[in-house]
């Protein structure tokens, strides 16, 4: 069954007698920039917004937490933990890690060279920040420092 959850949230907003939730609308299309070799030569970097975390490490906060986790990309998926605002949309990734945090696939894709390389840190946030600004501020320049220092060609984004 799917579910509209952009019209359910703004649905329950309404309900609840709150201001409607501002959704981000970007005021340009992002850049697109062509990738300056192959992917088979490309440092691939990870983010996902799923608010994974390695065992050890701190969990986020559930409200605005806009901090971001640095995982090795070589991590026993075992060791990989999930914690996130929308707690209900983390089932399937509890169950199987991989479908928010690809970590085996696109090893394999390395190994079969699709890929030239994982770089050896991949990052993970919660996406489910309210403040646009924050994100703009906070978390998008830690990601890109963060992917920068990694070297970093090309990244994927899983959002959850």
């Given amino acids: 069954m799917s579910v509209n959850y952009m019209q359910a949230i703004k649905a329950r907003y309404e309900s609840l007698g709150y201001t409607p939730y501002r959704w981000f609308e970007a005021d340009s299309p992002p850049p697109f920039t062509a990738l300056a070799k192959p992917l088979a030569e490309c440092r691939l ?16 906060h559930y409200k605005d937490d806009t901090s971001i986790r640095a995982l090795s990309s ?12 929308t707690e209900n949309y983390l089932v399937d990734a509890k169950r199987d890690p991989g479908c928010i945090m690809p970590l085996a696939s696109l090893r394999a894709l390395c190994a079969e060279g699709v890929v030239g390389e994982l770089a050896p840190q991949v990052f993970s946030c919660m996406g489910g920040v309210y403040s646009q600004r924050r994100v703009r501020e906070e978390t998008a320049p830690a990601l890109l420092d963060a992917f920068r220092a990694e070297g970093v060609d090309c990244a994927l984004l899983v959002a959850m």
């Fill in 74 to 85: 070589a991590m026993d998926l075992e060791d990989l933990r999930f914690s996130h605002i």
């Fill in 45 to 60: 970097g990870l983010l996902s917004t799923a608010g994974a975390y390695a065992l050890g490490q701190r969990a986020y």
